[in-house]
Each structure stands twice: as C-alpha cells, then as structure tokens.
C-alpha cells in the first residue's frame, strides 16, 4: 500500500553544490577534529617502525572479540528494543500520573559513567545490595541468593538501562509528529486497529525505528565499561580488547589494527541501514492533525499501561534510586561489625565534597566541577545543533555527495575512545590547537561523539516537512530566511529539544576521550567521580556517589530547561 | 518574538562562553617560566608544596594527567619527537624497559639520589629517578579471621587450603596493573615454570577474579564500605591506611591488613625523568632535585598512599600504625617483565579464564 505524500518539490533534483555547500562546514570539522587524528594515528602505528607486521597477527585474537561484540550487541538491541518501543507507545498516546518525571528519568542513564552505574547495580543487586539483604532477611538465607554481578545478563540488563531512553525519545518524536489523519482514514475504510498499526503507522515509524536502533547497536556495539565492570573477565568487546592491548599490553599496533576492524563494521552498519531506509516513505506532519493523547481507557488498556509504567520505573529508575539513597546512607556505624548491618541517615558525604583536608592541589570543588560540565555541555550543544542542522539540511538535497559523507559523519560513533585520544595528541600539539592550552577541545570530542545522534533525530524531521508548506510561503512571498523561520523551524522544534538533550547527556556522561583530554584546570564531574572511587576508604566511595547524584542532578536541571525553551511553534507540540 | 528571543539568547550565550573557555588564562605572573609535568591520574600532591617550588624558582608548575599509568606512557611514547611536557612522572617497574626503549629520557644523575637506597635506583644512566615504592598485597578483613576463627594465611601456599575456599577476589592481570602486580608476584614465588599450576589451584578453590580495582575492592571485598562477600582482596600495602584515614568517623585501627610474607607482596617502584628535548633543562633539573627532596617526598603518603624513596623522609602516623613494610617484597627484572608480559598474560588468561 502506498502513501499519500505530498513530496513533489522533493523530485526536483537539486544541484550539487547546494549540498556541498551544506556540508561545507560539517565536512570541514568532521575532516579537521575527527579524520586527520584518526588517520595520523594509524599511519603511524601501521607502520614498520613500530613493528608492525600484519602477517605475524594472531587473528583469533581479532575474530574472538568481533564474534562477541556482534553476538552481544545484537542481543541488547533486540532487548533494548523490546522495552522502548512499548515505551515509546506509552509517551506518545497517553497521559498517566508521573508522565514527565518518568520520562526525565529515563534520560538519566545516559549520562553515568560505568563505573558508577556499576555502583547502582551493587547497590541493588550486588552481593550486599538492597535486594539480596532483603531476600536474606525474609527467607533466613545464609548467602546472597542472586548472582547478578560478573554476568552476561548483568551486560544486557545495563544496555538496555543505558540506551532505551534513545528509542523512547526518538521513536515517541516521530510518532507524535504523524498525521492522525491517515490513521483515521485507513479505520473509515474498514481497517482494523492492527492493519491500520501494521500498514500506516509502523511504516511511516521505520525511519525512526530504523535510526533508533541503529543508533543503541553501534552504541552497544563499542561498549566498553558495561562489559569490563559489569561483565567480568569472562567477556571482551573489540573496545575492550583494544583498551588491553593498547593500555596494558602496549601493544599499539594491534589495538590499532582493533579499531580500524571497529571502524569498517561501523561503517558497514550505517551503509546497510541507508539502504534500508532509503525506499521509506515520509509522511508531512501538519499543524492541525495531532495524534491525541489521552488517559488509558478502562479496563485492559489501563492495566497494560499500568505494567509499562511499573516495568520502566523499575528498569530504568531503581539502579539510579538505590545509588541516590546509598549517598544518604551510612552502611554499618560501626566498622568490622559484621552480621547486622546498622543503617542510618547521613548527609556527611556531601559536606566532605566541599572540604580538602589534606590540601590536595587536584581537590575538585564540586560547584567549580559542576559548572564547567555545564559550560562544556553548552559549548557543545552549540557545536553539534548547528552542525547537526546543516548535515540534516544538506541530506535533503537528494545530491549523490550524501551517499558518501553520511555514512561518514556516523563514524565517531564507531571510534574507539582511546584511539582517537592518541591522535588527538600526536595531531594536536601546536597553538592554537594544543590540547595542553586549548580546553574547548574536549566539547569538540563530545560534538564528534553526539553528532551522530542529532543528525539522526533532525533529519527524519526535517524530511517529513511537506515541501507543501514552503511553496505555499514562498507564493505568498516569503523571502527564504522568513520561510526556515516560519516553516521549518517550529516543525523542527522538537526534534531540535531532543537533539540538544542528546548533546547535553553526552557531554556531561561522556569520559573515555575526557580522560585523555581534560585539564586539571578544568575538572568535570565525572573527573571527579573517577578521583574519589578510585582510592580506597569508605569515604571515597560515599563521596563518589554523593558527586554522582550530583551529576544527575545537574543532567535533571539540564533537560527541564531545555525543555522550557520557548522555541518557536513549540506549544503545539 | 518573545521565545525567539530567548532561543537567540541561548545560543549566544553558549557562543560567548565557548569563546571565554577557548581562551587560555593568561599568567599574571610576569616572566615566571612554566615548567610542565606529565604524569598519571593517580597523581596528587599539596598546594602548598608546589607552591613552595614556585616560589623559590620563580615558576608556573603545570600538571598534565593523562589517564592511568599505561595510557600516560603511551602519551608521553607518541608524542616524543614534540614533548608536551618537561618532566615526566609514573613510570613503574613493570614498564619501565618498554619506557627506556623508547628512547624519551634524557639522563640526570641528581645529587639527592645519595638519599636513595640503591635497591631502588634500576636505571644505571640515571635516566629515570625512583620517587616512591609502594606494594601490592593482599588485604584482609580482620572482622571476618576473627569472628569465623579462622587463621590469617601467611604465604601464597597457603591459600590453596580448602579453609579459604571462596574467600579472594582478585584483579585480571590483563586489565589492572595490581592484577598485573599480583600475577608477578606468583610467578616470583613458583617460578616461571609453577606459576600456572599455582593458580590452577586458586581457581579450583573458588578463586573470584574481576576486572578492575574499583570492583574488587568495593564490591567483592568485604572489609570495604562495599561489604562485599570475599574477605580477602588483592589491593594496596597502604590500603588499610586509607581506610583509616579516609573512615566515615574517625577510627583508631583500620579494618583490614595486608597479608605480609616471602613474596606476598610485588613491590612497585614509581619513576621520573626529564623528556628528552625539553627547552626547560635547568629547571626540570631542580623540579627532580625538588621531588626528591624531603618537603615533597613527606608529603607523598597521605596524598598518593605510597612511600618515599628519600630514607630520611618522615612517615605520618597513620602509616607507621596502620602499614606494615613487607622485609620480602616480590620482585621481577625489569627486563624480565617487558620479554615475559604479554605470554604470561595469555597464559594467565588461558588457565584462569577459559
């Protein structure tokens, strides 16, 4: 069945340089920050200079780990996917009590660093955690009865905590932008709820599916620390297998060879998704068809709505909650007491983060962390919209250039962190760019990282603009600028609001290239994090997880504000 | 309008702060030079010791960290032939041929070295300086011996006993340098050609093996804030006197000791040395004289909860209360280490893991 579209202007084949005018830019920054590092980096470790000898590689020790990152990424996508696109369904059609803190919180673990979100699961379902001491206590059982650290399933419980806030956020977007008109239509001519669900809406929801999920599988393709702190010894990804071959093992030539193997998968998995997504059609949205959202009829309707809500909180919500109330509380009173477990309320973490009792000349103080985590987050909200704006424009003008650069701008998303910090400091050691004076190089590695993700949620918008609406403005004589400002721009709004919410999320989480990065000067909070849990004594570990509530804290008060922006054509959505 | 105003202002506000956080803070103080440290997160160190060296040399002291101490030598490796630092800092035992090798020293033959037992001077052209040691040990949760009766074992043999079946948890060699540690230390006590029978054992004994530090000691071991399940832990010598000083209320005695006997612990030894090609010669001389001297070397333990070099440093109370020196620490050549390191490694990974 095909789709009535308006897309008659979107025939007409533009000229080439349109589009390379709209990748000017993007194309500039992608080349400058992301590929010359890249390129040096592996230029100068394949080389025979640093022993490099491709005939003497091992190659189990490559297929080993890409059998796994492939087994285990396509296994927490699928799962991923199970959860958010009920999800996804829930947020768009109804209203339910604790709607907006809900879908706050779900955005949340996207910005923990591992190491902390390994923290929450312990302190949920660790050997001591809130649940096996309470299944202990009711059952009189000796030892802890769940298992979960040290696990595969501990691996996929965490992707799908991690990322299904992408296909949520995403998914729910595109399909609270469709016509409820086409729906309605498809019931008038005798459609049951399910044809119509099968043969309207999820077709005009592929693009958004499809990005989405391509979006969590490169995400859980390159994991990382899910699987070195959670996961345990027993598992290694390809990112894994290059942090030990490059950090531990020394052995630069081989994680090189690790990450160009990432990289061409990457590049492989964004091919194959624009060849699937490329025959979908797009549907205008229009101001005047909104799809209703509404309470959940009684009865069945209720009770399923009901379990969503209850499975997402418990999902998504506890891990976040049981760290939070970790924070506050004081296991044991007494140290070496063993058996009972004394508990008491304690805001002593807290107040130690603004002491440095030993003077410490690397004391990170957490209102200093806090705000530079914001101003990078800006910064780099301010980098990728805009780039992101441009790639999505420039993907609009069905031009053959596209064909080749977008996969390209996904590529950040395969590379590996620790790779693209070596050439950042091979590449980047002149005025003015030098990453020794020059700290807004870590926003710049951020925008490389969340490019990716405001591309993929501008541009499924800004396709399903009915180039209707712009002929219509320019006929009245609108000039260009005044047709972006009054057409485009508040059907764009709120994909422009989740886009700068990936940005923020990212910068604020992100550590793998911060570490290699950031500047004494310029402490962030996951810096800060990373400088308590790594030192022994029950206060480090109290004050690690005092500055991680800190840091959703400040994520939370990040995305409220973000959507409070007023942007222009925002309150129809 | 009124929102698109707001949406503009945002946008210039994000603007304005990229172009304040691109500029770099200018220094006030003149002519001061600034000397540049490279060094490893684990790094710290007072204030007001460095202000000190500031003072008396008219000088800016700059810290790069740059990860852990692989990553950190993998910088300063990379990056030789345009040094972004003067003088750099964490080098240990285990990598320090692989540093040697790559050639990114210059020698320096300090007068303070005269201070500095010739055990920890393994650099005969003084290319790299020894600043502090510290062991990797096991501890153990003192609580847990006591009240289940049970003896502290008092050599690596010993741990095979069924009595501690299930109790250590320890670090993958191949991803924490105290597993790495920890793994050196066996092979030092059962030789090249024991080591994996040794550790075949262990895992026949319900050895628990994790990947990081962090996990084991804060999740795994019991005598952490962590309460985990294991009494046992492969961590720091010094971290029974973290925990006395890092305590939630303040304590007298720490909650848990390290194991010390022949080789149960691997002794680390932390170097420095000058990149070669440093403009700044002079003053990365007196930054290493400094380092050595006893104002930094005193401040050391508290800070990194390692020990001094200098045998005329003072050591704080909570160290000589709460940290026992091993007499026989664990030791491997270096040279040894940089052949060896990745075969025992696979090796290890083969007989524990797979």
């Known amino acids: 069945m095909s789709l009535p579209t308006a897309r008659f202007g979107g025939r007409i084949k533009q000229p ?14 992608l080349g400058y920050f992301f590929y010359q590092p890249l390129l040096s980096i592996f230029n100068l470790l394949i080389s025979p200079e640093w022993g490099f000898d491709l005939s003497a590689l091992d190659w189990s020790q490559v297929w080993q780990p890409l059998r796994f990152t492939v087994f285990q990424a396509t296994l927490s996508t699928l799962l991923t996917l199970a959860i958010g696109l009920p999800g996804a369904w829930l947020f768009t059609h109804f209203t339910f009590p604790g709607k907006k803190t809900l879908k706050l919180l779900s955005t949340l673990p996207f910005i923990l660093p591992t190491v902390v979100v390994a923290a929450g699961f312990n302190a949920l379902l660790g050997p001591r955690g809130w649940v096996n001491l309470g299944l202990m206590a009711l059952f009189d059982l000796e030892t802890p009865p769940i298992q979960f650290l040290n696990t595969f399933g501990a691996i996929l419980t965490a992707h799908v905590f991690y990322n299904t806030t992408i296909i949520i956020r995403v998914v729910s977007n595109a399909w609270s932008r469709q016509n409820a008109r086409l729906q309605q239509a498809a019931q008038v001519l005798g459609a049951s709820p399910w044809r119509t669900f099968r043969e309207v809406t999820l077709p005009l929801l592929r693009p958004a599916i499809l990005s989405a999920t391509l979006l ?20 290694a990804t390809l990112e894994v297998e290059i942090y030990i071959q490059a950090m531990h093992l020394l052995n630069l030539p081989l994680a090189a060879v690790l990450s160009i193997l990432q990289l061409i998968c990457t590049l492989g998995i964004t091919i194959a998704h624009n060849q699937l997504s490329r025959k979908d059609v797009l549907a205008a949205s229009s101001r005047a068809q909104e799809l209703p959202v509404r309470k959940p009829k009684r009865g069945f309707q209720t009770v399923i709505v009901a379990l969503l809500v209850v499975a997402l909180f418990t999902l998504l919500v506890s891990p976040l909650a049981a760290l939070t109330l970790r924070s506050v509380v004081k296991l044991d009173a007494n140290r070496g007491e063993r058996g009972e477990i004394a508990r008491g309320f304690t805001l002593q973490y807290y107040q130690a983060l603004w002491e440095n009792p030993r003077n410490s000349l690397f004391y990170v103080p957490p209102i200093e962390a806090a705000r530079n985590s914001l101003i990078f987050a800006l910064i780099t909200i301010a980098i990728a919209v805009s780039l992101g704006l441009l790639v999505a424009y420039a993907q609009k003008q069905r031009s053959p250039l596209n064909h080749v650069l977008d996969p390209l701008t996904m590529l950040p998303l395969g590379a590996s962190a620790i790779t693209l910090g070596l050439g950042f400091i091979i590449v980047f050691n002149q005025p003015p760019f030098s990453t020794l004076s020059f700290p807004i190089l870590l926003p710049i590695a951020h925008s490389l990282i969340a490019l990716p993700f405001v591309v993929r949620t501008l541009g499924p918008a800004l396709q399903g603009i009915p180039p209707s609406l712009r002929n219509a403005a320019r006929v009245l004589g609108a000039r260009p600028f005044r047709v972006w400002w009054e057409v485009d721009l508040p059907l764009l709004a709120p994909s422009l609001l989740v886009s700068m919410i990936f940005a923020l999320t990212i910068s604020l989480g992100e550590f793998g290239a911060t570490s290699f990065l950031t500047r004494p000067q310029y402490p962030t909070l996951p810096v800060a994090i990373y400088r308590y849990i790594s030192q022994p004594g029950a206060l480090n570990y109290g004050q690690a997880l005092a500055m991680s509530t800190l840091l959703m804290l400040v994520c939370a008060a990040g995305i409220f504000l973000i959507e409070r922006l007023r942007l222009p054509g925002k309150e129809i959505f | 309008m009124k929102k698109t105003i707001l949406f503009l202002s945002l946008m210039l506000i994000a603007g304005i702060l ?3 956080a691109g500029q770099t803070p200018t220094d006030s103080a003149g002519d001061a030079r600034t000397l540049t440290v490279m060094t490893h997160d684990s790094f710290a160190i007072s204030e007001d010791v460095i202000a000190q060296f500031e003072s008396e040399n008219n000088a800016t002291v700059e810290f790069i960290r740059s990860g852990d101490t692989g990553a950190a030598l993998n910088k300063a490796i990379l990056s030789k032939d345009n040094p972004l630092a003067d003088v750099f800092y964490g080098v240990d035992n285990t990598f320090l041929t692989r540093a040697l090798d790559a050639e990114i020293f210059e020698s320096y033959a300090s007068p303070a070295l005269v201070q500095v037992p010739a055990e920890f001077q393994l650099d005969a052209d003084n290319r790299i300086l020894p600043i502090d040691y510290g062991d990797v040990c096991i501890n153990y949760d003192k609580a847990y011996f006591e009240e289940n009766g049970l003896t502290v074992p008092t050599s690596l043999e010993e741990l095979i006993q069924p009595e501690y079946a299930g109790l250590l948890a320890v670090e993958n060699p191949a991803t924490s340098s105290p597993g790495l540690a920890f793994l050196m230390a066996t092979i030092a006590e059962f030789g090249e050609d024991g080591y994996l029978d040794y550790w075949q054992q262990l895992v026949d004994n319900g050895l628990v093996v994790v990947n990081d530090w962090e996990t084991a000691y804060y999740t795994n071991f019991s005598g952490s804030s962590g309460q985990g399940p294991q009494p046992m832990v492969v961590s720091y010598g010094s971290s029974p006197a973290a925990e006395v000083v890092y305590a939630e209320s303040p304590i007298e005695e720490a909650p848990t000791a390290s194991i010390i006997g022949e080789n149960t612990c691997f002794r680390q030894i932390e170097f420095a040395g000058i990149l070669a090609g440093t403009p700044n010669r ?11 001297s006893p104002a930094f070397q005193e401040d050391i333990p508290l800070q990194m909860f390692v020990f001094p070099v200098n045998r005329e440093a003072q050591l704080p109370a909570a160290f000589t209360d709460n940290v026992d020196i091993p007499e026989h620490p664990a030791t491997l050549a270096p040279d040894l280490i940089n052949a060896n390191r990745e075969a025992w490694i696979n090796a290890w990974t083969e007989t524990v893991l797979q």
């Open chain 1, 16 to 29: 080439t340089w349109r589009a390379a005018l709209f990748w000017l830019l993007p194309a500039a920054f």
């Open chain 2, 282 to 292: 002079d003053l990365a001389e007196k930054f290493l004289d400094f380092m050595l």
């Open chain 1, 216 to 235: 969590v599988f490169l995400f859980n393709f390159t994991s990382f620390g899910v699987i070195l702190m959670l996961g345990g010894p027993q598992f």
């Open chain 2, 18 to 20: 990229a172009a304040c």
